[in-house]
């Protein structure tokens, strides 16, 4: 089932397609298996051939007229669709200030509708929330039945955006901006549009009360609040088949929630300011202890993993080469949607998570081939060193430790 205004307009065009083509398909069939049949040869057939109808105007003026009539029947409504997908509309309640409760919305934004820029990686996904300030990676966050405006770009090479049941496909290319919108269920005139109530689409929200509200806020909960599976549509390197992403449909409470957690970011993992954290980093680290601690000084320190990612809430994990790991230990999936721990029912599975990150930080070459992370370790760009200066990749205790500490970070 599409779930929005997008995937709708998607699916109705596509079966458009489907019944016109079908239609051509068995009138062209038919007429076929009508003729093999009726003028096939026959025992000691003696029937002269039958005389050719070549330049017959009146067939081929028809059949051009019904080439074309069957062309302008599919042509409309896909214009009309590119049109319509393409055009972010105004819809008032998709304004940021109609909907949005968290602090520090800029006063000019209240008029838009939620903006996301998707960046393009190879193989992963940014999305960026240029309005409210945070970045996250891979797992977008979006409320239901609101608009949201997608700018779309790339870093290499040339992705697609695909969400299936929300949205697509737009392609993400290197040097220029392409733009979509995307919406999550239908708006509350449309829905009630949908429940039969008359005039709503003139009438607009005018016709409104409170119980209507809560029975469009149930079936947004119900229809439409869930976890969306997306992929990058085009081919785009060795890991393209592995450049998943994933999308989770909130409420609006739910998504002003998780807008501070994201701005907030991460204390240090006992509590220490981090100018003490990084004081006692520089002159004894020993006196930090712990598992995650001694995770965080790898992230920090030998394994360099700060040098690419960022840490909200660190001031000095502030890499942008890699994915931003805020709230990582929160997220469903890991490297880009291919190594999951999602529970059925929406929690985490913790011990599989823990097998994931292992896995990823350990053998990322294997997990997803030809990535920056494993040419990074392997040799290329800022090789890992032991305490002597040699050439050691990360131990086995070294990726566990590394492992509890990005759990940790939720
Ligand atoms: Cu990115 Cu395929």
Redesign the pocket.
Known sequence: MPKGPIAEAQLDLFMLTVYVTGFIFIAVGGVYVYVIIKFRERPNDTRPLPTHGHGNPLIEIGLIGASILLLVIIAVPTLQAIWFTHDTPDDPESRMGAWYSGEELAEEEADNPLIIKVI?Y??WWAFEYPQLGITTANEMVIPAGKVVHLELRSVD?I??FWLPKIAGKVDLIPGRMNSMWIQAGDNFIKWKEKQGLEGAATAGPAIDSPKLREQYATYLEEEIHDYYYGQ??????ES?AR?LFRATVVDDDEFAEWVADERTGHATPDGKTWDDWYAAYAENPDLLVGDVNEGLKLFMGRAKCATCHVVKGNPRALGVAGPNLTNIGSRMSLAAGWLNHRNEDGSIDVELQYDNFFKWIKETEVVKPGNLMWKANGGGIGELVDEQGELALLTDDEVHLISLYLQSLK
Not at 232 to 237: D, I, L, P, R, T
């Open positions: 393009g190879q193989w090479v992705h697609s990058c549509a085009e081919f785009c390197g393209h450049m």
